[in-house]
């Protein structure tokens, strides 16, 4: 076997900009300060998005119809973590769900407050809204059993 | 143009480390592959790399793999995606008659040169995913599995079922790098958690892995070999970016690139025509998925298919007959290590895993968290 040797490498990732069209992420989190969940509808074939992107998906258009989603919604798939996506092990499971908000296509992630033992496809959740909301992805706290 | 295209050559490394250089690595199988078939670089008329700059650690990365390859002073093009994407593009450029050979340099050293799983992170949304901060490459199969297992009714238990038998079979295979004595039921159920349903066993193994594939016409074909592989028909489909945006009980984008391929191999009911399945299924469930997505097993069925035998060697559609992706995995390279493991079979070479009468292959590859990509190329001889 030939001779190698280890060089250290790494790309500067944090020199990244991305431009992102914001319009579908302001509308969500403006949402939060109300405590509302606001998506994007497409007006063709009716998809509701969450966040809203500017285009849909299926039907190729622009689309920029906001519509008010429930908080409350239905468990669609879920997974008891034992470790964070760097692949640190944590020192409690933590669940993290999929969910479906009534009025909503898309399927939001979040982490669920319950124990590992009760949480199951099917299972219905609101969320746990911070106390003051100020428009950031933090003012969604959890997901709770509704 | 020519009138078909066929596999005519193959060389395939991998390892948990190779303990090699990516140009050593590039170098080794191509020249191991001239010197096999006694040629030279100059008989190859089109290199298509297959690797990934990110994986690489250098943009536009084939820089410096194009001359450890061959391609010094020749004709290169790249595929970042599966494998079978750049084995496809292979097959477009000889049959545009512009070329008699392609050959198709794959490699990916995730196995020591990258953290396993983690560098998926860096294909999500850095607006949206990342900012989320739940979801990676395996909390994403495990979210996709419950949502599988669950729309079905079936049990964990086939996730269970189907890494047995993809392992015992592994363990066989000398071409894999899991290969686990007593790998059964419940050796894999007692593997370690990783997200909750999938255990240690039901992920694929980080791999380092290179693959050189050589593509030729018919004409060359007869001089560079007495078994050719033909390339009867491919097919390709992506699925929306978004993860929550995805049906992740089912893969209608494994349907539309199967669709495609089987409609161009003029295979009309594949599910008895295809006499054995190569599938890129990098954890358990995937497998049953995309067997049903892609129409090889009654959707609804596979968890009585796998109880029945239905799957293994020997059964009425043999799926991952080489011990599949659970054995061994890369990206890029993984729908190349289908791709061979389905050539060696066609040629009655697979030797303790050979199959009886096996002349229709269908090989998967895929790409992007949860397979948003598939790739799909039909095989005969
Ligand atoms: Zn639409």
Redesign the pocket.
Known sequence: MEETRIVHGYWELSTFNFNIEARGINLMLEGFKEKKLKGIK?H??G?VYLPGPFY?R??HVNIDEPVEISDHGTVRTYTVQYADIRGEPMPEPRVSAMVQFDGCDSWVMGVVQCDPKDIHVGMRVKIKWKEQTVGNMQDMEAFVPE | MAEKVAVVAFKLACAPDLHTTRERLVFNLTRGLFDELGIDRHAIDSFVMNSNDFLDGRTISTVFLDAPSGAYLKDETKVEMDGVHAVMYGWMRIMSGQYETALVVSLALTGSQVSPYVYTQYSLSPAYERQVGLLNELSGAALQAKAYLSRRGYSEELLDLVAAKDLELAAKNPRQIRRLENAGVERVRSSGPTYEPLRELHCYPPTDAGCVVLLASEKKAAELTDKPVWIKGFGSSIDTYFFGERDLTRSPSAADAAKRAFSMAGLTDPAREIDFAEISALYAHEEPLLAESMGLLPEGEAEKAYRAGDTRPGGSLPINPSGGSLGAHAPCVGGLMRLCEAVLQLRGEAGDLQLDGARTALVHGQDGICAQQNGVVILGV
Do not use: F, V, W
């Open positions: 497409c063709q074939c998809m849909c299926k039907c």
